[in-house]
Nanobody, 127 residues
Framework: VQLVESGGGSVQAGGSLRLSCVVS??????????MAWFRQGSGSRREGIAS???????NYADSVKGRFTISRDNAKNSLFLLMNNLKPEDSDMYYC????????????????????WGHGTQVTASS
C-alpha cells in the first residue's frame, strides 16, 4: 500500500492550499475505510486534524474547524484537504493516513489507529 501526498507549499497568512493524497495498492474492500490528515512539526507530537470514513463520518480538530475541509473521491482513491485562512501556526509537515476500518464516531483517530501512512508534504504560512 502506498500513500502519496502533494499540494503543500508556502503561502501568506490568510491564503489557501489544497492537499491531495493518492492511495495505490489497496488490498482491502473499499467499504469500511478510515482516512485522515495529520500534521507534525519537529519535536512535537503528531496531531490529528481531520478524518473521514466510508460511512461519511467526518471529524475535525478544534484548531481547524471552520477553516479546513476534508473530502474523498473513492473512484480515484484520493483524499483531499482544503485549507483556507491559513495561519502561521498551521505550518507543519502534513501526512495522510488510512486504515481498513471505520473511523471513530466523535473524534479524529489517534495515529496508532491507522496502519498506512504517506511521507508528508510541507505547508508553510508566513505572516
Amino acid at each position: 500500500v502506498q500513500l502519496v501526498e502533494s499540494g503543500g507549499g508556502s503561502v501568506q497568512a490568510g491564503g489557501s492550499l489544497r492537499l491531495s493524497c493518492v492511495v495505490s495498492g489497496w488490498p482491502y474492500s473499499t467499504s469500511g475505510v478510515c482516512m485522515a490528515w495529520f500534521r507534525q512539526g519537529s519535536g512535537s507530537r503528531r496531531e490529528g486534524i481531520a478524518s473521514i470514513d466510508s460511512a461519511g463520518r467526518i471529524n475535525y480538530a478544534d484548531s481547524v474547524k471552520g477553516r479546513f475541509t476534508i473530502s474523498r473521491d473513492n473512484a480515484k482513491n484520493s483524499l483531499f484537504l482544503l485549507m483556507n485562512n491559513l495561519k502561521p501556526e498551521d505550518s507543519d509537515m502534513y501526512y495522510c493516513a488510512a486504515n481498513p476500518d471505520v473511523c471513530g464516531a466523535d473524534r479524529v483517530p489517534y495515529p496508532a489507529s491507522l496502519a498506512y501512512w504517506g511521507h508528508g508534504t510541507q505547508v508553510t504560512a508566513s505572516s
